[in-house]
């Protein structure tokens, strides 16, 4: 059996951009439908969404027989959760709040087997294996690992030139939300201040020959960053859609008040 190849990772290293859908239900059954629609990849979110290991177990094999590439955020940077997200098949992992060149460093370090990291061995309990079934696992599942590290602080900017620089590091994102408030513009991730932040993150990732992802639910956020460089863009939300959607279906029945538009937020 052959290593199963990254979709996602391929897909950087062409020209055009990528559209992704957030999922953050936190079952298969909704991963699934979303899978279907055709989006280029998926975002499992472990941070977030009420996700567990077997739940994001669930959602990949959901969405495995799909074309939508799946992504998965961790929740954190803990290396024995990289190992078990590895071990249960997610190939592209997306890690928040990574700040300094030896967060990434050591997050490069806890998806690769030793000596060249730490990630222990699963063998014939990892899904990633096959089952053992891979010939070659340990030494070529780096090739298809895909790790995104995503700039979201004032200091992750301050640093963004060592982070992208960093071998191992495949693509970075930046979180517009967490961004704006820790700039202190809490709720406006459309402030001068710090779309010159998002730019130049933009401009480090090209610099470094490196992708940069955003998360832009709304059409003109969206377009404005792909016109900055930007190669994988989340432009929905799942949850989000259902809830405009469950709005708008209501308001052509009923008069209210409030309006069915995307956030700008998540």
């Known amino acids: 059996m052959h290593l199963p190849p990254n979709a996602f990772k391929a897909a950087l290293d062409r020209a055009d951009?990528?559209?992704?859908?957030w999922a953050g239900?936190?079952?298969?059954?909704?991963?699934?439908?979303?899978a279907s629609t055709g989006y280029d990849w998926l975002l499992i979110d472990g941070e977030h969404a009420p996700n567990s290991v077997p739940s994001i177990l669930a959602q990949l094999q959901a969405v495995a027989p799909y074309a939508s590439a799946p992504v998965v955020r961790t929740v954190n940077q803990d290396p024995a959760l990289i190992k078990q997200l590895l071990d249960i098949g997610a190939q592209t992992l997306m890690v928040p709040m990574v700040e300094s060149a030896e967060q990434a460093e050591a997050l490069v370090r806890a998806m690769r087997y030793p000596p060249h990291g730490i990630r222990g061995v699963g063998g014939g309990l990892a899904r990633a294996t096959r089952w053992d079934g891979v010939a070659d696992y340990?030494?070529?599942a780096h090739q298809e690992l895909c790790l995104i590290v995503q700039v979201e602080s004032r200091l992750g900017v301050e640093n963004a030139e060592a982070i992208a620089a960093v071998e191992g590091v495949d693509a970075v994102f930046v979180g517009p939300a967490d961004l704006s408030i820790n700039l202190g513009y809490p709720g406006d991730p459309g402030h001068p201040a710090v779309q010159e932040r998002i730019a130049h993150v933009i401009r480090v990732g090209q610099a470094a020959g490196k992708a940069v992802g955003i998360l832009a639910p709304q059409e003109d956020d969206a377009r404005h960053y792909a016109s900055l460089g930007c190669r994988f863009i989340a432009v929905g939300i799942d949850i989000s859609l259902l809830r405009q959607a469950a709005i708008a279906?209501?308001?052509?029945?009923?008069?209210?008040r409030e309006a069915a538009a995307p956030s700008r937020l998540y």
């Open 138 to 140: 340990l030494a070529t």
């Open 249 to 256: 279906n209501l308001g052509r029945y009923r008069e209210q």
């Open 25 to 34: 239900f936190g079952t298969g059954y909704a991963a699934e439908i979303c």
């Open 17 to 21: 951009t990528q559209y992704g859908l």
